[in-house]
């Protein structure tokens, strides 16, 4: 780490010269943390539940590949009748439907959506804002609740389907559930299916009435209590992106409820919505749900852009390039986001004009994203770069998204798309846009913010690692795919012909290396609570308020609340190799 000389009289955060108080300490006991209306609190509680989450999905993900590298996924084509009947053929596939659609309902709606905004938005934005709180901590507090009532509701209906796959005798006593349809309740599928689609999608109803509340909060938070000397232009850029990514929960997000909820009542009343034995149109369920799950997309692509733009500069030690041009991408891709969800029905049978409109518009989404990845990376351009663990994971964010967005012109391209929809193409531009970007930047968001919210300093070597064990399993498993997927094996199959083999081979291998990264990153996590270092106020030299309390911050957050200026001037913070951080100087 470069050292800067310790500057003259260095004025400490008012809360260092305080008592060890802290939020984490402040008060004790299960109902002081399941029932506080502190923001920091809850941000910490959202993080367990998540991270919780990410590992149900991630074992069901190593589940899957496991089932796809073995050699009695390709049992449907060369199989021995004999020692295979067609009982067992029936509940090997039964088996894998019902765990991808576990893995991903489990991803999509309880980790990846609400992932940055509920841990890291919820614990950052007050600080950053010289709040006490959110505007409505009690409302938070009930966006939680709602969260992991609709989260157990899901999951385990999801899990009983598996159980009772594996195990049928237990139907007995847990009674039949789970679902197999995939994430996306697609019918007329989820209207003849035996599984238990009334029972999931209400789940997923009420996980939307928590990104619901979140967003309401949001937004007021910012319009509400921003501090003195903090105009519009002058708010961190995640902030923005958090603004950016509530506008679109709010405006989507009903949307998807209306359509699960006329989903359950075409399955309890019969009424012809969806059914096209019913008279209804198939179709029109697309267009109800893609109108939501593409600008979901940038619910989950947004704020993980916004913690880039602050890892960025601060571990470039330079002022971030074009801010403006990134606050107003974040918005530009909010508001085109909801204009190109017909990109996912190309082979729908929509007309020749729409496809045409549709493929224009979604090449329009890539300008704000480009705009973004080009002021990055001029922002780290002659910049004072640290390679410190978050400063790793935006190296490999930019190059993951680089991919994912390259590889979506292909998919925006009307003939293209024919040859490569529902394809493993699109399973691995999927990742490398979703997980690739999203859990990486929130893996690098994590670290950036875990000494302010643990205070504690984790391992650098194993956080160093753990990227580079992430990174290269990542690629390991998806970017072959890419290939798989170019020479026509399709996806949601738990069989295939003998040419797919050795990318399923591959692909599962990278998986097992992707999961022990991540793994690494739960020790080191762990490890840092109980034998880190205490954490400086400002161990990144970072100009952003959040980073002027200290570590971890206070119950109150601030005893007064600061006055604001550039969040990206960072030429008044100086390194002290006494605290191993950053003080202000008078000057």
Sequence with gaps: MTSNPTPHAPELPQEQHNSNDNYLNHTKGFTSWAFTIDHKRIGIMYGISICTFLLVGGLFALALRTMLAMPIANIANHADKAKYPQEYLNWWMDMYNHMFT???AVMVFMFIIPGIPAVLGNFVLPLMLGAKDVAFPKLNLASFHIFVIGSVLLVWVLLKGVLVAAFPGLAH?????????????????????NSAVVEATLGAFVLGFSSILTAV????????LRPKGMGWFKMPLFLWSLYGTAIIQLLATPVLAITLMLLIAERAFRVGIFDPNLDGDPILYQHFFWFYSHPAVYIMILPA????????????RKHIFGYKFIAYSSIAIALLGFFVWGHHMFTSG?????NAVFSLLTFSVSIPSAIKVFNWLSTMYRGEIHLRTPMLYVLAFILLFAIGGLTGLFLGALAVDIHLHDTYFIVAHFHYVMMGSALIAFLGGMYHWWPKMTGKMYSEKWGAIGCAMIFVGFNLTFFIQFIAGSQGMPRRYASYVDEFAI???????????????LFIVLFNWIHSIFKGKPAPANPWGA???????????PYDNFADTPEADDPYDMKKWQYDESIKGYVKSND
Excluded: K
């Design 102 to 104: 576990l893995h991903g």
């Design 173 to 193: 006593y847990i009674g039949h559930g789970g679902l197999e349809t995939g994430w996306t309740f697609y019918t007329p599928y989820s209207m003849d299916s």
């Design 217 to 224: 909060n949001f937004i007021a938070s910012m319009h509400m």
């Design 305 to 316: 852009m916004g913690v880039i733009s602050e890892l960025v500069t601060a571990h470039s």
């Design 350 to 354: 929509q007309s020749a004009m729409a």
């Design 503 to 517: 990318y399923h081979h591959v692909s599962t291998g990278g998986a097992f290396v992707l999961a022990t990264g």
């Design 543 to 553: 100009n952003t308020l959040e980073w002027q309390c200290s570590s971890p911050p």
